[in-house]
């Protein structure tokens, strides 16, 4: 089954930090740029980051910038969003998404795999 999984998500204090994976399952993601997306409650789905192919060229919303760090290990078929300094404005649930592409597409392009999404609570 070709898939993307998502985990790490969980209950943090505001400051906390957490990992987040997204793993393949069925396919490479080496052929995949893949994108972080997260919808808080009530609200719209945003991209929050992104990165390409090879790992050389990545991309952040503004309000994550400084906060949260995406990577990849195309070895073990992973990405990862490592979110840092969180706050109860990042509460939502995130989703990973690839796109067979070398680079992001500013959040916009044509997915060809969806996550489930991991959610993630950021309280005191």
């Known amino acids: 089954q070709l898939q993307l999984v998502e985990s790490g998500g969980g209950l943090v204090q505001p400051g906390g930090s957490l990992r987040l994976s997204c793993a393949a399952s069925?396919?490479?993601?080496?052929?995949?740029?893949i994108a972080w997306f997260r919808q808080p409650p009530g609200k719209d789905r945003e991209g929050v980051s992104c990165i390409g192919r090879k790992g050389d060229t990545t991309d952040y919303a503004e309000s994550v910038k400084g906060r949260f760090t995406i990577s990849r290990d195309n070895a073990k078929n992973t990405v990862y969003l490592q979110l840092n300094s969180l706050t109860p404005e990042d509460t939502a649930v995130y989703s990973c998404?690839?796109?067979?592409?070398?680079?992001?597409?500013?959040?916009?392009?044509?997915?060809?795999?969806w996550g489930q999404g991991t959610q993630v609570t950021v309280s005191s």
């Open positions: 069925g396919f490479t993601l080496d052929y995949y740029s």
């Open positions: 998404a690839a796109e067979k592409n070398y680079y992001c597409s500013g959040f916009k392009g044509e997915y060809d795999y």
